[in-house]
């Protein structure tokens, strides 16, 4: 474990999120059977796993995407399982996605602000009877999304419409994006995918500065040097079961690790 992850890692409470026994099919195909887990509050959890493995799927299952088959979720405590993506939100839950997809024509201060839970400017009849209340809150969230663009080194692009961004820049306001409507946890799909390394070591500051705010994230990732200098904690799943957990480097040694990637387990 890295030593930014020891002097960092996780207090022993409550789990924020846990998923108990849940087994997804698509048909004939299991791509999750029968997995548990849980993610502590103020860790950063790895997700591994060769090609195929279901992490994906696990994330779409946590985030309210599609629903299992079986099994429960829990957020913080409340079961969420049969809920709407909307209302786990809501909740605390935020998702980034491996390919970013903000609104290109909007400056990215607008793409972050659309983010922002419970505006009354959402409601028709608000706008109408208290305007001032609206461009107020309109206000407060435009300085929000402006400290978080400063929080993920992109102010100087903040008045740039969303499509002047690089694939890694976009990763960045997707981050942004999401502490918006204040997450308690995060599900970050593969952050380094197709970012360049001077940009990577700018993510890797950046998700490690939020989680030292409190945020608790759970991470897909195959740069096995990102989860080895982020994660306190690492998952391991192959054809749709988890196979390990524990240390980046525990489970870097643990052969049936070894086997599942080199044996092309999925
Ligand atoms: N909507 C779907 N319909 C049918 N099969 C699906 C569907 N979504 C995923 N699968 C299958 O479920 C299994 C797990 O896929 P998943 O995308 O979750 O893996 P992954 O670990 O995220 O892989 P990768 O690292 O390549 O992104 C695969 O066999 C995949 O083909």
């Keep these: 474990m890295s030593e930014t992850a020891r002097q960092h890692g996780p207090q022993t409470h409550a789990p924020v999120l846990a998923a108990t026994n849940i087994t997804r099919r698509f048909g004939g195909l299991v791509a999750i059977n029968n997995v ?14 060769p090609n195929g493995a279901g992490k994906t799927t696990m994330f779409d299952l946590l985030a ?13 405590g409340a079961l969420v399982s049969g809920e ?44 109408f009877l208290t305007p001032w209340r609206v461009a107020a809150e309109e206000k407060v969230a435009a300085k ?20 002047v961004l690089s694939g890694g820049q976009r990763k960045l ?20 995918a197709g970012v360049n390394a001077t940009l990577l070591e700018v993510i890797i500051d950046r998700v490690r500065d939020i989680n030292r705010s409190g945020i608790t994230f759970l991470l897909i990732e195959h740069n096995i040097d990102m989860v080895t200098r982020l994660c306190h904690r690492v998952l391991v799943m192959a054809s749709g079961e988890l196979l390990c957990e524990g240390t980046a480097d525990e ?3 643990d052969p049936r690790v070894i086997e599942a990637y080199l044996g092309g387990a999925a």
């Design 144 to 163: 929000k999304a402006a400290d978080l663009l400063e929080l993920v080194s992109l102010t100087r692009l903040a008045h740039e419409p969303a499509r």
């Design 36 to 49: 548990s887990f849980e993610v502590r509050p103020g860790e950063i959890l790895g997700l591994i796993g």
């Design 251 to 253: 489970v870097a040694r």
């Design 64 to 76: 309210g995407s599609i629903l299992p088959t079986s099994g429960e979720i829990r957020l913080n």
């Design 84 to 127: 709407a993506a909307h209302l786990r939100i809501g909740r605390g839950l935020g998702r980034t996605f491996q390919i970013p997809r903000p609104l290109p024509n909007l400056t990215l201060i607008e793409n972050v602000m659309l983010a922002a839970q419970g505006q009354s400017g959402e409601r028709l009849l608000a706008n």
């Design 173 to 192: 306001l997707e981050l942004a994006r999401v502490m918006m409507a204040d997450p308690a946890i995060i599900l970050l799909d593969e952050p380094a």
